[in-house]
């Protein structure tokens, strides 16, 4: 992340927002941003990915701040057609997670999202 004013990052926060506000208010339609739409229409096997690789947080005792930033960040990783380095979405997500989430944010996202890397990336 170069600055917070970056594109790419406002970007990121914006669908991550969305995402948030998908979680808080289930009618919420996240397709309003079209990045979050992208990784709404993945949830579910995104979702699978979280528990299995977070075994010890159930899905529904993850903050939903942590819950967005991951939901985004896995959908960056796994399924976006034009792929960043995995090294630049894992430093948004953890930008992210210090920006809007708790003291621990940074710290678990970064150890989910490593570990997807090691299991599906690096093969």
Do not use: C
């Not at 927002?17 to 941003?33: H, R, T």
């Not at 739409?37 to 699978?48: P, Q, T």
């Amino acid at each position: 992340m170069k600055t917070k004013k970056d594109p790419r990052h406002e970007a990121r926060v914006s669908a991550m927002k969305a995402l948030y506000q998908s979680i808080m208010s289930p009618d919420f339609n996240a397709a309003v941003n079209p990045t979050a739409g992208h990784v709404a229409k993945k949830v579910r096997a995104i979702d699978r990915l979280i528990a299995k690789n977070a075994p010890a947080w159930p899905i529904e005792q993850i903050a939903p701040i942590d819950m967005a930033t991951l939901r985004l960040s896995i959908w960056e990783l796994l399924y976006k057609d034009k792929k960043e380095p995995y090294k630049v979405v894992v430093d948004e997500a953890v930008e992210i997670a210090k920006e809007f989430g708790s003291e621990s944010s940074p710290k678990f996202v970064n150890g989910v999202l490593g570990t997807i890397i090691k299991s599906k990336l690096k093969n």
